[in-house]
């Protein structure tokens, strides 16, 4: 993993701590540690605002990573900045439900020399599934094919039924399904 995404992560994860905001790590950090790694150039994490809003949250973010850039974002749940050593950090926004999950179910990750919570191999698929990039269903593949009997299926087929509802997407069910069968 680069030093450079170390570097950022350890400039987020301690103000995450210091300001007592809950998060998790996810996206191309979490698959270098759950899944089949492959080249990331940026820090994604799930946070927790309690009672913040989105726009007292970056305000904060800018403040105390400086001398960070806040990014225009294409969702007012993302808030995103580029940091030094010249490294994005996208920190999105947890919506309570589902994402409290997600948070409990988190265990702590060695990350470097970082100790930090990092998504379950259920949650990332959940996530990556919803996300629906082409890259996406490899990182999928690549956990599925890792952790393959130990991944609890019944939590995975709840979640995604309940957002392949919400989203009209019941093709997500049944193309999550179809790869899971070639490795069992």
Request: proline share 7%.
């Given at each position: 993993?680069?030093k450079?995404?170390?570097?950022?992560?350890?400039?987020?994860?301690q103000?995450?701590?210091?300001?007592?905001?809950?998060?998790?790590?996810?996206?191309?950090?979490?698959?270098s540690?759950?899944?089949?790694p492959?080249?990331?150039?940026?820090?994604?994490?799930?946070?927790?605002?309690?009672?913040?809003?989105?726009?007292?949250?970056?305000?904060?973010?800018?403040k105390?990573?400086?001398?960070a850039?806040?990014?225009?974002?294409?969702?007012?749940?993302?808030?995103?900045?580029?940091?030094?050593?010249?490294?994005?950090?996208?920190?999105?926004?947890?919506?309570?439900?589902?994402?409290?999950?997600?948070?409990?179910?988190?265990?702590?990750?060695?990350?470097?020399?970082?100790?930090?919570?990092?998504?379950?191999?259920?949650?990332?698929?959940?996530?990556?599934?919803?996300?629906?990039?082409?890259?996406?269903?490899g990182?999928?593949?690549?956990?599925?094919?890792?952790?393959?009997?130990?991944?609890?299926?019944?939590?995975?087929?709840?979640?995604?039924?309940?957002?392949?509802?919400?989203?009209e997407?019941?093709?997500?069910?049944?193309?999550?399904?179809?790869?899971?069968?070639?490795?069992?």
């Amino acid at each position: 993993m680069e030093k450079k995404l170390l570097t950022a992560l350890h400039q987020a994860a301690q103000f995450l701590k210091r300001e007592k905001i809950p998060f998790v790590v996810i996206g191309g950090l979490a698959n270098s540690v759950i899944g089949e790694p492959r080249s990331t150039r940026d820090v994604d994490l799930k946070v927790y605002l309690e009672g913040r809003t989105g726009q007292e949250f970056a305000a904060l973010v800018v403040k105390e990573l400086a001398p960070a850039e806040l990014l225009p974002a294409g969702s007012p749940l993302i808030v995103s900045v580029i940091t030094s050593p010249n490294v994005i950090i996208d920190f999105l926004i947890a919506i309570p439900g589902y994402e409290d999950e997600v948070l409990v179910r988190a265990p702590i990750v060695r990350i470097g020399n970082l100790q930090v919570p990092v998504c379950t191999p259920e949650d990332f698929i959940i996530y990556k599934v919803v996300a629906d990039r082409p890259k996406d269903w490899g990182d999928i593949e690549g956990v599925v094919n890792g952790h393959r009997a130990k991944l609890d299926q019944v939590y995975i087929h709840y979640w995604l039924e309940q957002f392949a509802e919400i989203l009209e997407r019941p093709d997500w069910i049944v193309r999550y399904d179809d790869l899971v069968s070639q490795f069992v």
